[in-house]
């Protein structure tokens, strides 16, 4: 059905729209192009914000969308810039509340700027990253990996495929692609002067995922630091990432005769926190505990968990940012690291009496 209505600015003296399913006028860009006296090319690039047009055609052209109600297709406006407007963010781990604050400071910041986020989530599976981040890339604009686990040459080979890439917690040689990193070394290291001035002398690390680069970066510090004259013993037990796997761990725990507890991440911590209360040890009296991350609920524990603090919403909305610049043309930052600060709270204490 064609309905003849009243006459938006342009040369013509009727205008015509197809009928809409609701019974209302759809207008279209050849009409738009027709009401302002220009051609359907020129329509297209004003409508995406091109400077190519001199301003007083772009004015009205202007004219003519707002008096038609116009508003360009999103699929047709992606096919003529080649892009969608989306990115992707793939993660290890979507139950992790550090992954959900990164993906929280992320989405906000894409959204800013009219983009949207798809997530995509390995569940711990290394074979699952690559499909899961060329599938993720054909469907958009551009990729952010958080802590991803693939081995550093399937990863550098899949950079330039993934282009525009932004990496979080790993980094790759060359510069090529923009990195956000957490020191590990600083944060590990400010746990353990905490607990050695506590009295502490044996230390139970509670290890994370085997294939995450941040376990092995957290344990090489451990190493290294009960190497260096620091007068602790280190015993390192196999554990995982979640609040079931330090809740398990509880009993090996106390099985070590440690005083103290670094977790990889405040999950682990708060479960092997919720065993030891199962098995009446006493926090931070017999055993402390500490985590890393510091994610909202590790002020809420009981007790308060000792943890090191990591921006994860700025890593986010500082990944999109780096995102941005490649899509702009721009060339990769250089690589930024951010320093956790040391929360002190009610789960450390002074060292047990033996």
Known sequence: MVAALGSPPGPAAEWRWAMGDNGRPTATISRVAEAAGVSRATVSRVMNGRSTVAPELAERVLAAARALDYAPSPVARSLALGRTATISLIVPDLANPTFQEVLRGLSQAAGEHGHRLLIAESAEHVEDEEVLAVEARRRCDGIVLASPRLPAEDLGRLAQQLSPLVLINRTLPGGGVPSLSVDHAAGIGDLVAHLLSLGHRKIVYLAGPPASISN???????????????????????????????????????????????????????????????????????????????????????????????????????????????????????????????????????????
């Not at 099985?255 to 931070?284: C, I, K, Q, R, W």
Request: proline share 6%; aromatic share 8%; charged share 15%.
């Open 216 to 354: 092995q970066d957290r344990l090489d510090v451990l190493l290294r630091l009960s190497r260096e004259g620091r007068a602790f013993e280190l015993v390192e037990l196999a554990c995982g990432s979640m609040f079931e796997d330090g809740h398990a761990m509880a009993g090996a725990v106390v099985g070590t005769g440690a005083t103290a507890v670094v977790a990889y991440n405040d999950m682990v911590a708060f479960g092997t926190l919720s065993g030891l209360h199962e098995l009446g040890v006493a926090v931070p009296q017999q055993i402390s505990i500490t985590g890393f991350d510091d994610i909202p609920f590790a002020r809420f524990t009981t007790p308060p968990l000792t943890t090191t603090a990591v921006p994860a919403n700025a890593i986010g909305r500082d990944a999109w940012t780096r995102l941005w610049a490649l899509l702009e043309g721009s060339p990769a930052t250089p690589p930024a690291t951010y320093r956790p600060r040391l929360q002190v709270r009610g789960s450390s204490g002074r060292a047990a009496l033996s």
